[in-house]
């Protein structure tokens, strides 16, 4: 079993910076992570795909260039780095893991194991 915990949300001005952490206990390479994000009376999103171990990432269009996702091998943590925020990124952000190994991992991929989420408030 995986668990996710996520932290490091907050509010912010528009332009503004935060970093995202989730810590999970299931931190085992070749498995794809990512974050997701659902503002009040929307669809989730699917923001950024990570593949533990090579790296390789994953972003939607909306934030590509903006935020990054990475990952730190001696913590086990994933991070969504997010710059230049906009009032449309204001959600809550999920971070999630898939319960097979490697394979797809894409942005909104669909994913097995969930965090209770850390919401993200910018202001205009």
């Known amino acids: 079993q995986v668990q996710l915990v996520e932290s490091g949300g907050g509010s912010v001005q528009v332009g503004g910076s935060l970093r995202l952490s989730c810590a999970a206990s299931?931190?085992?390479?070749?498995?794809?992570m990512g974050w997701f994000r659902q503002a009040p009376g929307k669809e989730r999103e699917g923001v950024a795909a990570l593949l533990l171990g090579n790296g390789v990432t994953s972003y939607t269009g909306s934030v590509k260039g903006r935020f990054t996702i990475s990952q730190d091998i001696a913590k086990g943590i994933l991070y969504l780095q997010m710059n230049g925020l906009k009032p449309e990124d204001t959600a809550m952000y999920y971070c999630a893991a898939r319960k097979s190994y490697g394979g797809t991992c894409f942005a909104g991929v669909a994913m097995d194991y969930w965090g209770k989420g850390t919401l993200v408030t910018i202001s205009s």
């Open positions: 299931g931190y085992t390479y070749n498995r794809c």
